[in-house]
């Protein structure tokens, strides 16, 4: 991880809520932003915003969400997510994040990234599917 990333950095992305990013299950009437997709757009902006500050070789992974989903989002409304890098202890980076559509706050987050070597996360990974190849048919 580069030295350029240090806490207080903020970053914003700007999202209109699509049909795709709304629950269905109220009805065509009550379609919302869906807190999944709340989610995700939370996470690419924090992933996003820390790939700018990587080294050639690594990448991050989330860790831990903290979110709370406070007020609807109609379709067609656009939600700023706005990112704050809260800490920074080794390879594990925490966000607090929030975000707001044309009215009001929606949502606020705490999100924690891990960086990682890519070539060291490939041997760990190779290293659990030889495990799991390893074991009964019955128990993977």
């Known amino acids: 991880m580069k030295p350029t990333l240090v ?4 970053t914003r992305l700007r999202i209109t809520v699509d049909r795709d990013r709304t629950i269905g299950f109220m009805g065509e009437a009550l379609r919302v932003y869906a807190t999944p997709m709340m989610l995700r757009d939370v996470e690419r902006t924090c992933r996003d915003f820390l790939a700018e500050h990587l080294d050639a070789g690594e990448n991050s ?9 406070m007020g609807a989002t109609l379709v067609g409304m656009w ?7 809260a800490a920074i202890e080794g390879r594990r980076v925490t966000f607090d994040c929030e975000a707001h559509d044309a009215l ?3 949502g606020k987050c ?9 070539d060291r996360q490939r041997q ?4 659990k599917a030889a495990k ?5 048919p019955d128990a993977g």
């Open 7 to 10: 806490p207080g950095m903020t």
């Open 61 to 69: 992974v989330g860790a831990r969400v903290e979110l709370d989903h």
């Open 79 to 85: 939600v700023d997510i706005t990112a704050t890098v």
């Open 104 to 106: 009001d706050q929606v």
């Open 110 to 118: 705490r999100h924690v990234r891990f960086v990682v070597d890519l």
């Open 124 to 127: 760990r990974l190779e290293a």
């Open 132 to 136: 799991v190849a390893a074991l009964p």
